[in-house]
């Protein structure tokens, strides 16, 4: 079983859309929570950060964490095709050393 | 401000040949450096990572190796690629007590290495 599982999709969706992604971790270890955005041939860059359990939200996006399921998603409103793109959730342990475990990604597509 | 450099951006190498990937950091001292690889249907797998000059910690053993030279300099290098290290490698920094408080790890423009 992988330590992060992540849909690798692709999603289609219309312009305007709600878009729900989602992952699920198997290390109860996990403390540290964040989603990346990655496009096309480029390097992931931050987007969403929470740590433990909990919602954050930022302008259109909104993370969430459910350490009890092991579940973690994340939510985008009134989806753009400037969000098209991979959403790669990531995962670390408290402590120490931050090694960071990724999901293999989600690849969104917003359709005009 | 920081900023990270990796080079070069594409290359094509036959099986066999050596490889070295090289990225330095800019801005900042003493940063955390990774070396990830994100292959087709498989997601960023963690390479190597480094807490400073000389110290590299090996994720995956492989036929690839790394160095940390200087303080902002992390090279990856291959003696002989196999056909299984094509993919697209990515350099990353961050500063630990930053990471903390943000989660965000700096990734530079990545490599795209394919081995024929």
């Known amino acids: 079983q992988k330590e992060v599982e992540q849909d690798p999709g692709p999603l289609s969706v219309p312009e305007g859309a709600i878009v729900s992604l989602n992952c699920t971790y198997s290390?109860?270890?996990?403390?540290?929570f964040m989603w990346y955005r990655q496009y096309s041939r480029k390097g992931p860059e931050l987007l969403m950060y929470?740590?433990?359990?909990g919602n954050k939200e930022d302008g259109r996006f909104t993370a969430q964490v459910d350490k009890s399921s092991k579940y973690i998603s994340l939510f985008i409103r009134d989806s753009q095709p400037s969000d098209s793109a991979t959403y790669l959730c990531?995962?670390?342990?408290?402590?120490?050393?931050?090694?960071?475990?990724f999901g293999i990604g989600t690849k969104l597509q917003v359709i005009p | 401000s920081q900023t990270i450099h990796q080079w070069p951006a594409t290359l094509v190498q036959p099986v066999g040949s050596p490889l070295s990937l090289e990225c330095t950091v800019e801005?900042?001292?003493?940063?955390?450096l990774y070396w990830y690889r994100q292959a087709a249907g498989r997601g960023l797998q963690l390479l190597f990572y480094?807490?400073?000059?000389?110290?590299i910690s090996s994720e995956v053993p492989q036929n690839l190796s790394a160095s940390r030279p200087q303080d902002r300099q992390f090279i990856l290098s291959s003696k002989k690629l196999l056909l299984s290290d094509s993919g697209f490698y990515l350099c990353?920094?961050?500063?630990?007590?930053?990471?903390?408080?943000?989660?965000?790890?700096?990734f530079g423009e990545g490599s795209r290495l394919t081995v024929l």
């Open positions: 990353a920094w961050t500063k630990e007590g930053a990471f903390r408080r943000t989660g965000e790890l700096f």
């Open positions: 290390n109860s270890a996990f403390q540290y």
């Open positions: 929470t740590y433990s359990s």
């Open positions: 990531a995962m670390t342990l408290s402590g120490g050393y931050q090694k960071v475990t």
């Open positions: 801005g900042t001292s003493n940063p955390n």
């Open positions: 480094s807490v400073g000059i000389g110290q």
